[in-house]
C-alpha cells in the first residue's frame, strides 16, 4: 500500500523564507548562509517524501548533502538516478529535519523523545560527529525509565559506550527496571541478554516474577491463550536462566513451584538441593548466585606503620584525581579506627574549585580484632545515593571533612593506578589541609562502575 503523501512541505515555516535583494550579503559566515538555505526551496536541487504513512515533502541541497555524508553523495550523485526526488519511510519528518539542521549549520535540536531517532538516522546515513552528540546527549538523559529501549538501540547500532553505561544502570536498578511497563515491551533475545548477567542487583525469586509478567505479555502479544503450555513455549530458552537454587526454599515453595511451568521432576530436585545441599548435578540451572559490587581503585601499596591519623572540625582530607574513560564514581573508601569509634562525614566532589556534588553522611567503624597487626585494616566505604557521572581527562577533587577519633592511614600512594582498564592519575589537592596526599593518607579507594 501506498504511503500517503501531502503536497505541502512540512517546513513550509522555512521554505517561505522572503528573499531580499542581496542577501547574500546579509550573513556573516558560511554557517549564517547555511541557515538560510536549511529547508528553503531557493535554488533546491533534490527533495525528499520523508515519513512511514502521512508523508511530506522537505527540499534540500545536493552538494550541502553530498559533502556531509558519504550516504548522501551516493544518493544524490549517482549517475544512475532518474529524478530528484527520493522517497524515505524508515523515519518521522522531525528526526529527519534535525539530522539536515545538522548537515546545513552544525545545530541539533536533541531531546529524551528524538534522541534516539536521531541516532539510527546519524549511523544510517555515516555522520559520526552528529552521532557523538546524541550519545554524548542520551548518556546524560538515560534513566530507568528509558534506559531498556537506548539499550537495545545502542547494541543494534554498535555504540558501545552507551551500551556499556545503560548495561551499568540495570545492574544498579536491577528490581525497578524489571518491575517497570517498559520491561514487558522487551522481545525475548533482549530478555535472554538480560538474565544471562551475573551482575544483577536484584533477588532471584523477582527475576522470576518479572519473567512470569513479562509471558503474559508476550501471550497476549502473539494473540495466544496465556495457559502453562503456551507459556513454557515461550519459556523455552529463558527458564534455563534462572537461578531456581540460590532461592529460599520458601520463595521456590510460594511462587515458582506452584507456577506450573516447571516439571515435577524440576521442583523434586530444587527443593533436594534447597533442604540439603546436595544433588546440584542434577539441577538444569545455575547454581552461583548474582552478584553486585562496584569496582575498587586502591591508591595505597601499604598501611600507615605506628601512626594514626588525627582529625579536627575544620582539617580537611582531599585528593585529585582523572581517568582517561568515563565512569560513574558510586562512593570512596575511608579507613576508620583500629579502637572503634564513629565518624560524620562532609563529602564533596569539585573541578577547579566549583563544588559539583555534596553529600554528608556517618558510618561505624568497630574495633579491628587484628589492632596489633595492622598490615590490612579494614576500608569503610561510603557510597552515594546516586553514582556521580565523571568525564575523562578532566581532573576532579574529592574532599573529605572527617570528625571521629584516630584512623589507619594509607602509605606509599601510587600516583598512577590502572584497574578494570581504568586509568586513574593521582595528584595532590591544593584544598587538602589535614596532611593527606597522593602518597599517604586518608580515602585509600575509589569505588565506581561503568
Known sequence: MKNETSGNNVADNFAKKEIVPQWQTLKANRLERNEFMYCNELISDIKFYIGKTKQVLIPAHKYVLGTSSPVFFAMCCSEFRKDDVININDCEPEPFLELLRFIYYDQVHLNKTNALDILYLADKYIIPSLSKECVNFLLDNVSTENVLEVLSASICLNEKRLEKHCWSILSRKTKEILQSDSFLEIDPSFLIKIIKKDCLDILEIDVFEAVKRWVERECFRNSIEPTSNNKKVFLTEILPLIRFPVMSAKEFAL???????????????????????????????????????????????????????R???????????KVDQEILLAGIGLFGSPCGGEYSTEISISINDEEIFKTKGAFV??????????????????????????????????????????????????QEVIEEGVNFVFKNSSGSTNGTSYDEGQIPSLLFYF
Open 365 to 414: 567503624s568497630p574495633p579491628d580484632p587484628k589492632f596489633n597487626n595492622i598490615d590490612n585494616p579494614k576500608i569503610h566505604e561510603v557510597m552515594f545515593d546516586e553514582p556521580i557521572h565523571l568525564k575523562e581527562g578532566i581532573f576532579y577533587d574529592i574532599a573529605v571533612l572527617l570528625d571521629g577519633p584516630p584512623s589507619f592511614a594509607g602509605d606509599d600512594g601510587k
Open 255 to 309: 511462587s515458582p513451584a506452584q507456577s506450573d511451568l516447571l516439571s515435577l521432576e524440576d521442583i523434586k530436585n530444587i527443593f533436594i538441593y534447597l533442604t540439603s545441599g546436595v544433588g546440584g548435578s542434577n539441577l538444569n540451572y545455575p547454581l552461583n548466585p548474582r552478584h553486585f559490587k562496584p569496582h575498587v581503585c586502591n591508591r595505597y601499596i601499604k598501611p600507615m606503620k605506628n601512626y594514626l591519623w
Open 311 to 321: 582529625y579536627d572540625e575544620k582539617d580537611i582530607d582531599a585528593i585529585r584525581f
